[in-house]
């Protein structure tokens, strides 16, 4: 990817949507954003909306969190900004350097998911049948047929994340032999393997004790200080203030400060 | 790259796709076993059906084919053709040489009178006179000692094979093996003598019918032969009725030699004669060819059956209106001549294959189902791989290959047990014929005491319910199994001595199996693709909030 202001000019590939935005030549497009966008539930007849018109926009190498109440739709908006959800049919757009993605067809969506941004859960999700190893190079062997060479890439990689977070003595080892914080730290290097230019951590520390919690802090401290973009949502108001900025979901929109 | 990871992974680590694997390959198994014994059964009994008839069989009314000579000269020029032979096919009695005292039994018999050098030539007769030395040691050693074979010298055999009682001149019959009630079969498919009743040297009394060319029905005339061997075709049909007699009796005794034909409608002459007409040609009623080798039955029958116009042609031509052949015979091949013997076996092994086909249709529900609790349990997993961006194809193709490799692995080894057992048909089938062996019932049983032990062992144990389960099932099986060896008194399926055959076709119908094999692999995945597709269906949102 080119910068930005380079990026708004003309260059798009033709899968991608356009903003309606009009291109500004002093500051550049956030990296990643959500542009009033609503997300309803339907229950039968019943309506929830979760969603109602929230906003946010994530600056290159910033580090947001997003601060909200149980069940305030902060996963919700997460799922939307990493591309696993859509926002209600015409209402709202999540742009990822300045290009809709949401609009785009199955594929490209596909593509986003795999490259351009990586998803951290709660709950860790690794792939009970595969090692440590395996499942670290997960998105590198995911995205194509051949993909031999990428494979091979991604398999060092991930050797050079795991062993930066400290687990490269647990490489053949199965997500069941390990602790709660190592499966976190897995799942972490999973979603960096692909070299995305953001991470979204949907409460990487939500199921962790204080201290472990704060070593994978640590850990995605050190990966923003290299300049990582990170958007991260917590209902913790002390993990929350590891960011740089805090904002807060509220009645389904989302407020500064 | 992932999808052949997860679905190797999913393969080899669990139970359930290994008994998907072992049903496939039981199901492949069963069908090829079967199809191929019974394609085994109809080549026998194609082989010993054409044993006795040529490639191609040309058969005219009663009225015969004239000049048969100067067709079958035509016909052995024919570069499609090896050699023809004459025969004279009718019905007539035969009085048996038994019981002993003067009334005699009669058995009603199928008469083909053959040139018997060119008819060995043409069919296998010769290798199928029955009374004949062992040709070497090995085959001396596989009789049984009374045998009379055992103490022949070759003479029968020549006077079998030239249709003639060397040491009087005269000329001999053969009969068909079940033609008389002299020849006992043995489970090893060999004869003995019945009531003492060894028929070569025996003589006979045949009994025809002449029938003129317009069909008219003549006083029946008979004649003493003379059995100078026995003939064992593998068809019962033909065994049971069939006799051999030579071409020049036949014309005799049936009329259809040359003769002169005097003008019974005019005045005779001074010394009484009736002027002389011409001379009627002798007929034989059939010509069995043989095609050269390599020549297809189907395209011999079209060189002889152009060959025949040109001789209708050629005698139409001719002012002697005495010798002209008929216009219409029938020529048809080998398989066309069978069609009421193989016919009936061949719809047989149809049925067997489609009924057994439905198998196929089984193992893709089972497929199907494990499959289906299979990505109901992996519905969190796909949603993650998603959620890295695999594509919905992505998904599916793990699951497809998934099912991909089942079919094949299964598929497989069930070619491989079919081989197995087809291959050992017989001894599994002499097996059968015995008592079980004391060895097998006391090691089942054995096996089932220690099952026993490890079930209660275990259910005292831990308390846990499942091994303690799997233990006393394989106990009770293995008792079972005991009972049933100990039970099991020798009875064989084909007893060879009653059934015609006395070795079970053992060869895999390799055409059949590639195609059980294609169905095996194609239904396997059919029975994946349904939940592959559900699979790749799933939201990734929902799938993780599943988890
Ligand atoms: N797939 C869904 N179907 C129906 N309701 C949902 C679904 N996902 C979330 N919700 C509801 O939406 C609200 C917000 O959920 P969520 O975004 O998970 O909140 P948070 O992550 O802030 O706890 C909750 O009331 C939840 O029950
Ligand atoms: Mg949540």
Redesign the interface.
């Known amino acids: 990817m080119a910068d930005p202001a380079s990026t708004h000019s003309g260059t798009l590939s033709a899968d991608s949507g356009r903003t309606s935005r009009p291109p500004s030549a002093t500051t550049a497009p956030p990296m990643l954003a959500a542009l009033e966008v609503h997300r309803t539930y339907r229950f039968g007849q019943v309506e929830v909306p979760v969603l109602r018109g929230a906003s946010i926009s994530i600056a290159q190498g910033e580090w947001v969190a997003i601060l909200g109440q149980s069940g305030s739709g902060k996963s919700t908006l997460m ?1 939307l900004l ?1 591309g ?2 859509r926002p209600d049919e015409g209402r709202g757009t999540i742009e990822f350097e300045g290009r809709a993605v949401n609009l785009g067809a ?2 490209s969506l ?6 351009d941004v990586g ?1 951290v ?1 709660q ?1 860790y ?6 090692s440590v190893l ?1 499942n670290a190079c ?2 590198g ?8 060479a990428r ?1 091979a890439a991604a398999r060092r990689r991930a050797e050079e994340l795991l062993d930066q977070a400290g687990l490269s003595h647990r490489l053949r080892h199965r997500p069941a032999e390990l602790s709660g914080g190592e499966r976190q730290r897995v799942a972490i290097v ?1 979603a960096l393997v ?1 070299g995305p230019r953001v991470l979204l951590a949907d409460e990487p520390t939500g199921n962790l004790d204080a201290t472990t919690g704060a070593s994978i802090l640590d850990l995605i401290a050190a990966q923003h200080a290299q300049g990582l973009t990170v958007a991260m949502v917590t209902h913790d108001a002390t993990v929350a203030a590891r960011a740089h900025r805090v904002v807060h979901l509220r009645d389904g929109q989302v407020v500064e400060g | ?2 999808a052949a ?2 679905s190797n ?2 393969l080899t ?1 669990r139970v359930i796709p290994m008994i998907a694997v072992g049903a496939v390959a039981l199901c492949v198994a069963l069908v090829i076993i079967v199809v191929s014994v019974m394609s085994g059964f109809l080549d026998m009994l194609k082989a010993s059906g054409r044993t006795l008839i040529g490639d191609v069989i040309v058969s005219s009314g009663v009225g015969g084919i004239p000049h048969y000579d100067e067709w079958l000269a035509d016909l052995r020029a024919l570069p499609e053709v090896e050699e023809a032979t004459p025969v004279i096919d009718t019905l007539g009695l035969l009085r048996m040489p038994y019981p002993s005292g003067p009334s005699k039994e009669i058995a009603p018999v199928q008469v083909w009178a053959i040139e018997p050098a060119s008819f060995a030539r043409v069919t296998a007769f010769g290798e199928k006179v029955w009374w004949r030395p062992p040709t070497d040691d090995a085959a001396r050693d596989a009789m049984l000692p009374e045998d009379p074979r055992l103490r022949m010298d070759g003479s029968i055999l020549r006077d079998g094979l030239t249709l003639t009682q060397a040491s009087t001149g005269r000329p001999g019959i053969v009969l068909g093996m079940h033609v008389s009630i002299g020849n006992a079969r043995q489970s090893n498919g060999s004869y003995l003598p019945r009531f003492g009743w060894f028929m070569p040297g025996e003589e006979v009394t045949l009994t025809v019918v002449p029938v003129s060319e317009s069909g008219k029905i003549s006083e029946p005339r008979d004649a003493t032969f003379p059995i100078v061997n026995e003939v064992f075709s593998g068809v019962y049909d033909v065994d049971k009725s069939r006799i051999f007699i030579p071409l020049a009796q036949a014309q005799q005794l049936l009329r259809l030699d040359a003769a002169p034909l005097y003008d019974t409608t005019a005045e005779p002459d001074g010394e009484g004669n009736l002027p002389l007409l011409g001379t009627t040609p002798a007929r034989v009623t059939k010509v069995l060819i043989r095609a050269k080798p390599g020549v297809d039955a189907l395209a011999a029958r079209d060189a002889v059956e152009a060959s025949w116009d040109a001789f209708v042609a050629r005698a139409a031509r001719r002012s002697d209106r005495l010798g002209r052949p008929p216009e219409r015979v029938s020529i048809l091949t080998w398989e066309q001549q069978l069609r009421d013997l193989i016919g009936p076996v061949e719809k047989e092994r149809e049925m067997m294959r489609i009924l057994f086909s439905i198998i196929h249709i089984v193992c893709a529900g089972l497929i199907l189902s494990i499959f289906w609790s299979i990505v109901i349990e992996k519905t ?2 796909i ?10 194809l ?1 998904i599916l193709w793990i699951f497809l290959r998934y099912g991909l490799a089942i079919g094949v692995v299964g598929s497989l080894a069930g070619v491989g047990i079919a081989w197995i057992v087809v291959d050992n048909i017989n001894l599994i089938h002499e097996a059968i014929g015995r008592d079980a062996p004391r060895a097998a019932w006391i090691t089942t049983c054995a096996l089932s005491v220690l099952s026993l032990v490890m079930a209660l062992h275990s259910l005292a144990g831990r308390g846990q319910l499942l091994p303690g389960l799997l233990w006393t099932i394989a106990s009770v099986t293995l008792g079972v199994i005991t009972l049933a060896l100990l039970g099991h008194r020798g009875t064989l399926i084909w007893d060879p001595s009653v059934y015609y055959f006395s070795r079970i076709p053992s060869q895999v119908d390799w055409f059949n199996a590639a195609i059980t094999v294609g169905g095996g692999i194609v239904f396997s995945v059919i029975g994946a693709a349904i939940p592959a597709a559900k699979a790749a269906d799933v939201d ?2 929902e799938a ?1 909030r599943y ?1």
């Open positions: 799922h990493g696993l959800d199955g594929r596909d593509r986003y998911r795999n490259r998803f859960f709950f999700h690794l792939l009970p049948e595969l395996e997960l998105p062997l995911v995205g194509g047929w051949f993909g031999h494979a999973r692909n | 790259m992932y990871l997860l992974r999913y680590s969190r997993d949603g993650i791989l998603r959620s890295v961006g695999a594509s919905r992505g990734p949102v993780l988890g």
